[in-house]
């Protein structure tokens, strides 16, 4: 499912990228996404970008957040997943809610596409999945393929 974002929706989700990347500086926090070429600034903003482009699809009420409550979640109860990568796949880390729905979003500047989800952060940690690109922490990297897709579920050929 493709979502487009308004040039005004774009603007609104930049900021709340770039103040939350203000913060993680003012921390002292090194970016999550694993980038030191300065890529962390488009990463926070794409990823806010994102949460947008769900919270649209949902038709739900998108409360950006930056850097509250480790309880709240991205979209009405559910975490968004975003890469830039059309074949990329959902990232869930150890200390990711076994509990949270987990949703796939791909794309970047303002035309993102809603890959799948999971129901749980719990389905996501298999061993199957398990692995540590780069010498960086272990992660679950699940394929699209095992999301659900609500086109797939709801297209019969």
């Not at 979502?3 to 921390?27: C, D, F, H, N």
């Not at 030191?36 to 990823?47: L, M």
């Not at 996501?124 to 897709?149: C, H, T």
Request: hydrophobic residues 35%.
């Amino acid at each position: 499912m493709t979502v487009r974002l308004t040039p005004a929706e774009m603007m609104i989700g930049a900021s709340v990228g770039v103040m939350r990347r203000l913060k993680a500086i003012q921390l002292g926090q090194r970016g999550q996404h694993g980038r030191e070429d300065g890529g962390e600034w488009q990463a926070d903003i794409e990823s806010a970008l994102a949460e947008m482009a769900l919270a649209k699809h949902l038709g739900v009420y998108w409360a950006p957040s930056c850097g509250g409550p480790l309880d709240t979640r991205d979209v009405g109860g559910r975490e968004v997943r975003h890469t830039e990568r059309d074949d990329g796949c959902l990232l869930i880390r150890d200390c990711d809610s076994d509990d949270a729905p987990f949703y796939l979003v791909t794309g970047r500047m303002g035309v993102y596409e809603i890959r799948g989800h999971l129901e749980r952060g719990a389905d996501g940690k298999q061993e199957s999945y398990r692995r540590a690109p780069n010498g960086r922490a272990p992660a679950y990297f699940v394929p699209q393929r095992d999301l659900i897709n609500e086109e797939r579920t709801h297209h019969h050929a």
